[in-house]
Every structure is written in structure tokens, then in C-alpha cells.
Nanobody, 112 residues
Framework: QVQVVESGGGLAQPGGSLRLSCVASGFPVSLYPMNWWRQAPGKAREWVATVFNEDDTMYLDSVEGRFTISRDNAKNTVYLQMNSLKPEDTAMYYC??????WGQGTQVTVSS
């Protein structure tokens, strides 16, 4: 079964850090671009970051320099390291490839 399962969300203070994980099954993450998306309450889902097959990366402007997407092929897992978190980063975060449906996501809340 082709799927991804996200985890690692939680409550963080402004300026804090969280690392999200996306464990894939049924396909190798090394062969496909992998993406993180997010959806804040009352807003449309927005793309956050992509890691491409050659490990090139691309980021939403508002997270550039604060977030890092990476991939561990041996664990078939994609990560999103989030530093210098801001309240506006509060959202449900989703991992996605073109092979998978939307998963359950993992909630990130940034608040003091």
C-alpha cells in the first residue's frame, strides 16, 4: 500500500524548533520528489517545501532560511526541520508525493 504517515508536530514557542517526519511505505522516497504542505485554520492549503530526486530543494519564501527539508533513503523517511518558528507557522502539516493521497497530517502550533 502506497502511503505516508506524518508525525512530530506539537506545541512550540515562538523562536523554537520542531522536526517533522514523514515515513513512506510502498514506494522509495529516493525516486520521487517529496513535498511538505500546510493548511492553517480558515486558509487554503499551501506548499511549503520540496526535495527533488537529486536532493535539490525548494522552499516557500516565508520559510526559506528557517525550514530545511531532507531525506533519509535508508529509513524511507522525509524530514522537515523547522527553526525560528513563528505564530504564522501554525498549521496542519502534510507530506505528499504524486503517488500518495493526502494523509492525516501532523499539527504544529506556535504560541507563547
Amino acid at each position: 500500500q502506497v502511503q505516508v504517515v506524518e508525525s512530530g508536530g506539537g506545541l512550540a514557542q515562538p523562536g523554537g524548533s520542531l522536526r517533522l517526519s514523514c515515513v513512506a511505505s510502498g514506494f522509495p522516497v529516493s525516486l520521487y520528489p517529496m513535498n511538505w504542505w500546510r493548511q492553517a485554520p480558515g486558509k487554503a492549503r499551501e506548499w511549503v517545501a520540496t526535495v527533488f530526486n537529486e536532493d535539490d530543494t525548494m522552499y516557500l519564501d516565508s520559510v526559506e532560511g528557517r525550514f530545511t527539508i531532507s531525506r533519509d533513503n535508508a529509513k524511507n523517511t522525509v524530514y522537515l526541520q523547522m527553526n525560528s518558528l513563528k505564530p504564522e507557522d501554525t498549521a496542519m502539516y502534510y507530506c505528499k508525493s504524486r503517488l500518495t493521497e493526502w494523509g492525516q497530517g501532523t499539527q504544529v502550533t506556535v504560541s507563547s
